[in-house]
């Protein structure tokens, strides 16, 4: 018997002996994959102008600038914030497909940017044909790394993943401070906590002239398809979806689980690393503090968003790539960038709710027609 | 090594700096005890805070600043408790949705207070004849009102949990939801009522720091101390004794990152600042070790129905 028909099996007895299919994390009805983002985020809209009314602000004038610079003035930097979004969101969609739940990936953005930034500054000659493979490797290493433990930690000892790998996003920031406020602080740089920048060699190439969007963008898209093809369409991308789906039906099949957590994990960093290898070498050029803007959690609400669909994940990342860069236009209109936090958190109440009620409602649909043809 | 480590003032910051995380750590295990995972602590604490701080200024009482960040902190449970109990959702994402919320609006509205020094706050009171025994005394009985309120909260909400008819319906709510709703247990109520009352709590442990032990407001003032109160509730087994345990040992930790920098011993802060976060991993991997031979290991000491919905199904 093959791996998918006793996955199959399984999940028959499974449903004979609960009575109900085991819960999915996304609904499939077209309608509502489409209706349900939309309302929810008018909605979030309209709390987040109440918020904005009740501390005496003009919130028409405030959102309808945030969208006219995001979206129409500035769409290029909005491309540019997608970016790290979209390859972050990605690795967060691979973990959270096995119900793995990697809220590390801050960390192991910044477990990239590190390893990046190091190959960068030990090898300032290097032509660019010989240091951007190797800082890509890098980076895609260093996010591996940083998401190791928690992989390990969670496939050996049952060690919770959510509070591991979130701890290392502290971890992963301290150490940071600690490199450019320390031994990599640019010696001409006038006591600011930054490196040195970095060789021209070493950048990312500009992708549209005139505009800050670069090389990564290809990174970005390719990891999109090969994502979709890795879980869609293997052997592997299955079995994550069976352990995600029932673990005591996974464990039955024969599935390696403990194997597949810590790859789900180490794949999971190593895009995430990506990520921040190409937000420092294609935008910044240089290390500074807070060069991450909370990438790693946007990108967990995106993953979630999107249905962990690699499509859908390019989509809303453009959407958030639009909300981070207003943090600017914020500034500019005198609100606190707190707003932008608040605004995610309330957009994914809504799409979270918006989801259950919708999903409620044909749940109890189903039950009254069934006790109508019960009665009859 | 320039100076010396004053053990006594080391284990006296000890209690203070594990004091917020204490109140966290309680108040998330109440929450966890009724079957509901609440990861939003740290945007709970940030927002308890900022309010308690904020009403302090405004009204110049911290008692009411209190008592605010007790009303901020159950308001934002509420939230989760309704997506949570009543309709059903994921409660890790909620849970994280809470996080952002909480994290937003402490940033949001407490802007304008950044910097303002405290209107009011907790002094140090020194318990007569109790703070002039040696040792004990000043590590135990020279501190704030919030550090004597948690010595009377551990062993009441102990006592609360395994000794009394509530605690006992707490916990069967939590243990197997279908029983206790057949008891005739309110399932959903009870399980409002204690994420509220674990809210307010953390919205306490928030207002511990910027109305005690650091009182002034800034962003993320908090530094984690959410998050960390969670994995400890996993090393406490739910067990607010040993929540008394793991806050002191992460208050511990702080301490002497603290001390050690006034020692002047040539550690860079930057590594000691990371033990705590180290220090919650490696609390959740001994804990996990521990119990290597349990089925299911610190899974088999939570409470059976935590984090799963509860939907009485009618069968006609």
Request: charged share 10%.
């Given at each position: 018997?093959?791996?998918?028909?006793?996955?199959?099996?399984?999940?028959?007895?499974?449903k004979?002996?609960?009575g109900?299919?085991?819960?999915?994390?996304?609904?499939?009805?077209?309608?509502?994959?489409?209706?349900?983002?939309?309302?929810?985020?008018?909605?979030?809209?309209?709390?987040?102008?109440?918020?904005?009314?009740?501390?005496?602000?003009?919130?028409?004038?405030?959102?309808?600038e945030?969208?006219?610079?995001?979206?129409?003035?500035?769409?290029?930097?909005?491309?540019?914030?997608?970016?790290?979004?979209?390859?972050?969101?990605?690795?967060?969609?691979?973990?959270?497909?096995?119900?793995?739940?990697?809220?590390?990936?801050?960390?192991?953005?910044?477990?990239?940017?590190l390893?990046?930034?190091?190959?960068?500054?030990?090898?300032?000659?290097?032509?660019?044909?010989?240091?951007?493979?190797?800082m890509?490797?890098?980076?895609?290493?260093?996010?591996?790394?940083?998401?190791?433990?928690?992989?390990?930690?969670?496939?050996?000892?049952e060690?919770?993943e959510?509070?591991?790998?979130?701890?290392?996003n502290?971890?992963a920031?301290?150490?940071?401070?600690?490199?450019?406020?320390?031994p990599?602080?640019?010696?001409?740089?006038?006591n600011?906590?930054?490196?040195?920048?970095?060789s021209?060699?070493?950048r990312?190439?500009?992708?549209?002239?005139?505009t800050?969007?670069?090389?990564?963008?290809?990174?970005?898209?390719?990891?999109?398809g090969?994502?979709?093809?890795?879980?869609?369409?293997?052997?592997?991308?299955?079995?994550?979806?069976?352990?995600?789906?029932?673990?005591?039906?996974?464990?039955?099949?024969?599935?390696?689980?403990?194997?597949?957590?810590?790859?789900?994990?180490?794949?999971?960093?190593?895009?995430?690393?990506?990520?921040?290898m190409?937000?420092?070498?294609?935008?910044?050029?240089?290390?500074?503090q807070?060069?991450?803007?909370?990438?790693?959690?946007?990108?967990?609400?995106?993953?979630?968003?999107?249905?962990?669909?690699?499509?859908?994940?390019?989509?809303?990342?453009?959407?958030?790539?639009?909300?981070?860069?207003?943090?600017?236009?914020m500034?500019?209109?005198?609100?606190?960038?707190?707003?932008?936090?608040l605004?995610?958190g309330?957009?994914?109440?809504?799409?979270?709710?918006?989801?259950?009620?919708?999903?409620?409602?044909?749940y109890?649909?189903?039950l009254?027609?069934?006790?109508?043809?019960?009665?009859? | 090594?320039?100076?010396?480590?004053?053990?006594?003032?080391?284990?006296?910051?000890?209690?203070?700096?594990?004091?917020?995380?204490?109140?966290?750590?309680?108040?998330?295990?109440?929450?966890?005890?009724?079957?509901?995972?609440?990861?939003?602590?740290?945007?709970?604490?940030?927002?308890?805070?900022?309010?308690?701080?904020?009403?302090?200024?405004?009204t110049?009482?911290?008692?009411?600043?209190?008592?605010v960040?007790?009303?901020?902190?159950?308001?934002?449970?509420?939230?989760?408790?309704?997506?949570?109990?009543?309709?059903?959702?994921?409660?890790?994402?909620?849970?994280?949705?809470?996080?952002?919320?909480?994290?937003?609006?402490?940033?949001?509205?407490?802007?304008?207070?950044?910097?303002?020094?405290?209107?009011?706050?907790?002094?140090?009171?020194?318990?007569?004849?109790?703070?002039?025994?040696?040792?004990?005394?000043?590590?135990?009985?020279?501190?704030?009102?919030?550090?004597?309120?948690?010595f009377l909260?551990?062993?009441?909400?102990y006592?609360?949990?395994?000794?009394?008819?509530?605690?006992?319906n707490?916990?069967?709510?939590?243990?197997?939801?279908?029983?206790?709703?057949a008891?005739?247990?309110?399932v959903?109520?009870?399980?409002?009522?204690?994420?509220?009352?674990?809210?307010?709590?953390?919205?306490?442990?928030?207002?511990?720091?910027?109305?005690?032990?650091?009182?002034?407001?800034q962003?993320?003032?908090?530094?984690?101390?959410?998050?960390?109160?969670?994995?400890?509730?996993?090393?406490?087994?739910?067990?607010?004794?040993?929540?008394?345990?793991?806050?002191?040992?992460?208050g511990?930790?702080?301490?002497l990152?603290?001390s050690?920098?006034?020692?002047?011993?040539?550690?860079?802060?930057y590594?000691?600042?990371?033990?705590?976060?180290?220090?919650?991993i490696?609390?959740l991997?001994?804990?996990?070790?521990r119990?290597k031979?349990?089925?299911?290991?610190?899974?088999?000491?939570?409470?059976?129905?935590?984090?799963?919905?509860?939907?009485?199904?009618?069968?006609?």
């Open positions: 018997m093959s791996l998918k028909q006793r996955a199959a099996k399984e999940l028959e007895i499974q004979k002996l609960v109900l299919p085991p819960r999915q994390i996304y609904p499939s009805t077209a309608f509502l994959a489409i209706i349900t983002p939309i309302l929810s985020i008018l909605v979030a809209l309209l709390i987040a102008a109440l918020i904005l009314f009740v501390s005496g602000r003009d919130a028409i004038f405030i959102l309808s945030i969208f006219r610079t995001s979206f129409i003035q500035n769409f290029a930097e909005t491309v540019v914030k997608a970016i790290p979004l979209i390859l972050a969101a990605l690795g967060v969609a691979l973990a959270f497909r096995a119900r793995l739940w990697n809220i590390g990936a801050e960390g192991q953005f910044y477990g990239g940017v390893a990046s930034t190091g190959l960068a500054l030990s090898f300032p000659n290097l032509p660019a044909l010989v240091i951007i493979p190797l890509v490797a890098g980076g895609l290493l260093g996010g591996a790394l940083w998401g190791l433990l928690p992989g390990l930690l969670r496939a050996k000892l060690v919770n959510i509070i591991s790998s979130l701890m290392l502290y971890v920031l301290l150490l940071t401070d600690y490199l450019i406020f320390g990599w602080k640019d010696p001409e740089g006038r600011f906590p930054v490196t040195a920048t970095f021209d060699e070493s990312l190439p500009t992708l549209v002239e005139g800050r969007i670069h090389f990564g963008l290809v990174f970005a898209i390719v990891a999109a090969l994502v979709w093809l890795l879980v869609g369409r293997t052997k592997w991308g299955f079995e994550l979806k069976v352990m995600g789906d029932n673990l005591k039906a996974a464990r039955y099949a024969g599935i390696n689980i403990s194997r597949n957590i810590i790859i789900a994990f180490l794949l999971s960093g190593a895009l995430a690393g990506l990520a921040g190409s937000e420092v070498t294609g935008v910044a050029g240089r290390l500074q807070n060069i991450s803007p909370g990438y790693g959690y946007t990108a967990i609400i995106i993953a979630w968003l999107a249905r962990l669909n690699p499509w859908a994940i390019i989509m809303v990342a453009i959407l958030f790539g639009g909300l981070v860069s207003s943090g600017f236009t500034q500019r209109v005198g609100v606190s960038s707190g707003l932008v936090t605004l995610q309330i957009l994914l109440f809504c799409v979270l709710g918006g989801e259950s009620l919708y999903r409620r409602l044909l109890q649909a189903a009254r027609r069934s006790n109508l043809t019960k009665e009859s | 090594m320039a100076g010396e480590i004053d053990v006594v003032q080391t284990l006296a910051t000890t209690v203070a700096a594990g004091t917020p995380v204490l109140y966290a750590t309680l108040g998330e295990i109440l929450t966890e005890r009724s079957g509901v995972l609440n990861l939003g602590l740290e945007g709970m604490m940030l927002v308890g805070g900022m309010a308690g701080f904020a009403a302090t200024a405004v110049g009482n911290v008692f009411i600043g209190v008592l960040s007790l009303a901020a902190g159950a308001a934002l449970a509420l939230i989760h408790a309704f997506f949570a109990c009543s309709i059903g959702v994921n409660q890790v994402v909620s849970g994280l949705s809470l996080t952002l919320v909480g994290t937003g609006i402490a940033a949001y509205f407490g802007r304008s207070l950044v910097g303002q020094p405290a209107a009011d706050s907790f002094q140090t009171i020194k318990i007569p004849v109790l703070s002039d025994l040696p040792v004990v005394g000043p590590i135990l009985f020279s501190q704030n009102l919030f550090v004597y309120f948690s909260l551990v062993p009441a909400l006592f609360f949990i395994y000794r009394t008819r509530p605690g006992l707490l916990r069967a709510v939590g243990e197997n939801p279908a029983t206790a709703d008891q005739g247990i309110s959903v109520g009870t399980r409002y009522l204690y994420t509220m009352l674990g809210g307010a709590l953390v919205g306490m442990g928030g207002a511990s720091i910027s109305l005690g032990s650091n009182p002034n407001w962003e993320n003032i908090t530094a984690g101390r959410g998050w960390i109160a969670v994995g400890l509730v996993i090393f406490a087994l739910w067990n607010p004794w040993r929540a008394l345990v793991g806050a002191y040992l992460f511990g930790l702080e301490a990152q603290f050690l920098q006034v020692a002047g011993v040539p550690i860079s802060s590594f000691l600042r990371m033990l705590p976060y180290l220090l919650t490696a609390a991997v001994f804990t996990q070790w119990l031979d349990q089925a299911g290991r610190a899974s088999s000491a939570a409470p059976s129905g935590l984090g799963l919905f509860y939907l009485r199904r009618e069968r006609g």
